[in-house]
């Protein structure tokens, strides 16, 4: 049988709680920390806009501004921007999409400007799956300099993407379109980083015009400062495979491209596929396959000998010393055929696996967090968590309250997520019980230290045993302020009334 630890780090405790309001349960939403110590909070349900604005003592602001002209919106990206808030959102006017940028006082909540960025000249048919939206926004975690991608099909022999670079005060730096590395080459976008103004570095599947698996290469196309061509570079991962996904991070205390490639390996089996750029030479590093193999002797111990690892990867994360984590997850897909095509009916989201490397690449921890969750009618693929970092995701009550959320703290790496509590004494039987609905669960925290592979799980908030209170929290909405260690998220009313709070948590 195995044994798992008690808790013995870092405790998470409630701050400060906001009044209760309306679920959000349609739309897009985003909570926005700002370095005022205010606290933003915008929803787009399917008509209006909700902006929420709190001060530092966690006191709703009463800013009277008007956004009842804003109707039929989607959320696409909201940040600071030189002490101000900014939104930008985008509406089709007669099928025509428009990306418009509302500037908002960070101290009043007020509407300082409002103004168009992009208009495109039709609706786009090549819409990409990472987002609901037309127009695709990156911002650079490090700077508030960012980009905005959008696919141009004015004329189908002139259709490309076209990408614009912003500063912070939102002047434009660079803007350049392009189909491929030449004319007999289709670039397919996976991932944008932008890096302060200095470029952008987009990372892409270059097909012939077939678009023939065997053609396939992913490469990275960069667009310096004030250019208006991109560069394409080769890259060392593997050619003329079924590529499932891939991402690209900047490491600033390296200097360097943390690229990630997933392919399919066989049927059911995926791999991850890991390559460094360095940006002063853009020489990149000779790819290799990263597999978990700690998490997956730990799953056969715990779970049984038909039970290996078989997660995907869904994220990376920079830490201060140059260092990263490599997130993964188990995701099964039930599918059943209607009229011959085959139709998802459920996925589930299984055990997460955290691998950590230090900034030469080299593994130095790896944990597991065993959960088993049920999201009906869902399509869940390889990195769809980074994706949600960039394209903000229709609210679904019965899935965002199922996506667990990691924090990289400032002293300790945190997962986070909703479960049921009798799961602590079956994994001890190495069993699990799905969670179908998370209404049923609470908010769970694991702390990443120690030396077992399973750290130990403790609940977010409270819980009173005799009124059987559950407090579950959209952790996948959650901001986190490493500089404060502080996050904000919405908490769930514990009598299960369709109402939520903003609750600010500090993790230690």
Known sequence: ???????????????????????????????????????????????????????????????????????????????????????????KESRHPLLVRLTIDAGTGQ????????NLDKVNRRKKKTSSSDFLVIKDPYSEN?????????????????????????????????????????FQYWDMVVIGDKKLCILGMAQNATYQVTSSEMMLATLEKGHIFFRFSSLSLPKGVEVLGGFVKYNPYTDQLILLQANQKEEKKIATWLTTVQLSTMVAAEAREIVPDKANLKSLEVFGPKAPYEGVPQNVFIKKDGGYSIVFEELDNFVRLVNSVPVVISTILSTVAVIDMDAEGKEINT???PKRQLNPGLIMKAFYQKNRENATDKIDFSEQYKFFSFVPGAKHDYILMND??????????GKLTMMRDAREGHGFYYTLAGKNIIPARNFVFPVDVEKKQRHI????????????????????????????????????
């Open 367 to 369: 944990w597991m967090i």
């Open 473 to 508: 929290a959209l952790f996948s909405m959650a901001d986190y302020d490493m500089e404060k260690s502080t996050l904000v998220t919405l908490r769930r009313m514990s009598q299960n009334k369709k109402e939520v709070q903003l609750v600010w948590l500090n993790l230690n």
């Open 111 to 118: 509407l300082l400007r409002e103004d168009t960025v992009a």
């Open 1 to 91: 049988m195995a044994t798992f630890p008690l808790a013995l780090h870092a405790q998470i405790s409630t701050i400060a709680e906001s009044p209760s309001f309306e679920e959000p349960s349609g739309g897009l939403a985003r909570i926005l920390q700002l370095k005022n110590g205010n606290t933003l909070y915008v929803h787009f349900p399917a008509k209006g806009v909700n902006i929420q604005l709190y001060d530092s003592s966690h006191q709703r602001v009463d800013t009277m501004a008007n956004f009842a002209h804003i109707r039929n919106g989607n959320l696409d990206a909201v940040f600071e921007s030189q002490g101000n808030a900014t939104v930008l959102y985008s509406v």
């Open 146 to 186: 960012y980009a905005i991608s959008m696919y141009a099909n004015l004329e189908e022999a002139d259709a490309g993407y076209e990408i614009v670079h912003f500063a912070a005060d939102h002047h434009e730096i660079s803007r350049a379109r392009f189909t491929g590395p030449d004319n007999d080459t289709r």
């Open 420 to 429: 049921l509590e009798e799961n602590k004494e079956k994994l001890e039987k």
